[in-house]
């Protein structure tokens, strides 16, 4: 009933930028605060940033002042805007939608980035 479709995902150059696009097939899409999340080879997968209903910004302290979260609810997708990217940036990103008073969690399969020369 519920998918999470990311796409955008491709290789890039060291400094170059990248826009990331979650699609959310569910209902009440603005009740779930957005995420996105990365795991590269041999890591644990980590919040890179996030983004509630009310518009509450989180971001991890490895992308703040490169990366921007940012959601249309009139279109049910959640972006992450990437700049000045770094070959640490290499990993599986992948799109979350929760809300914690409904218990619902739901995570899309990921889209790979590849920063390099």
């Known amino acids: 009933q519920v998918q999470l479709v990311e796409s955008g995902g491709r290789c890039a150059q060291p400094g170059g930028s990248l826009t990331l696009s979650c699609t959310a097939y569910?209902?009440?899409?603005?009740?779930?605060?957005m995420g996105w999340y990365r795991q590269a080879p041999g890591k644990e997968r980590e919040l890179v940033a996030s983004?509630?209903?009310?518009?509450?910004?989180t971001y991890a302290d490895s992308v703040k002042g490169r990366f921007t979260i940012s959601r249309d609810n009139a279109k049910n997708m959640a972006y992450l805007q990437m700049n000045s990217l770094k070959p640490e940036d290499t990993a599986v990103y992948s799109c979350?939608?929760?809300?914690?008073?409904?218990?619902?969690?739901?995570w899309g399969q990921g889209t790979q980035v590849t920063v390099s020369s």
């Open positions: 979350n939608a929760r809300n914690a008073a409904l218990y619902r969690v739901y």
């Open positions: 569910m209902s009440m899409f603005c009740l779930y605060t």
């Open positions: 983004i509630s209903s009310g518009g509450s910004l």
